[in-house]
């Protein structure tokens, strides 16, 4: 695949629902859709394009992936996180990953970013479990799953361009796809959950074993704790992810200028 794409980025962005625009701040060199890769998924969930992306982003070289894959589809683990593995042997070394989540801390509001700082994995398996892939550790150590160094950065940036509505919080992982009853969204945050999704976990694990950085934020898309909650539906996930993805690649971008 390597002679295919003629660039060496160093830099990974995995653009989760309702924020594939951020593709439009790329310059393009080379796009590769899924069925084109042996071995890969097909994403079958709406707003998921599938496709990678290769190109410049604020001066950096970056590959995007436009769709992901969920473990709700179908795919075992192994299949979901098979990107990662790609990404590893281009030889990425910074993963971007970002998401559209429900709000199960009281204090966020629709549209607020959150920068996750750790998550929970609520899934009923392990991307890691099977035979080691010698890229990492049996036992890789999760402590720093979201680099400190790259929080402290968007910390920098959100200051710099006085971004509004971002918080940072504790991811919780679910396999999905119902979205989650009042009684779980109360249980998920009293277990230490800020947002819930149904995605981005097994992709940080794979990408720590494999040595790589990764930051992560999610969109909170609705609220599913508070006096009123929410009825969610994918068209205001949808929806509320293309609002916020301004401030997205203002962040984004921020940080890509400084690294």
Known sequence: MQERINVQPQIAIILGTGLGEMADEISVTKEISYTDIPNFPISTVEGHDGKLI???????????????????????????TFPIRVMYELG???????????????????G???????HINGFPDNPLRGKNIPTGPRFPDMHFAYDPQLIALADEVTKENSLEGLVKGVYYGTQGPSYETPAEYKAFHTLGGDAI?????????VARHCGIKVFGISVITNMGIS????????EEVQRAGKEAGQRMKILIKGMLEKM
Request: proline letters at 3%.
């Open 54 to 80: 290769f190109g410049t982003l604020a001066g950096k070289e970056v590959m995007a992936m436009k769709g992901r894959f969920h473990y709700y589809e179908g795919y075992s683990m192994q299949e979901v």
């Open 227 to 234: 006096d009123q909650p929410e009825v969610a539906s994918h």
């Open 92 to 110: 990425i070394k910074t993963l971007f990953v970002s998401n559209a989540a429900g709000g199960a801390n009281t204090s966020f509001h629709v």
């Open 197 to 205: 999704g149904m995605s981005t976990v097994p992709e940080v694990i």
């Open 112 to 118: 607020d970013l959150m920068i996750i700082t750790d």
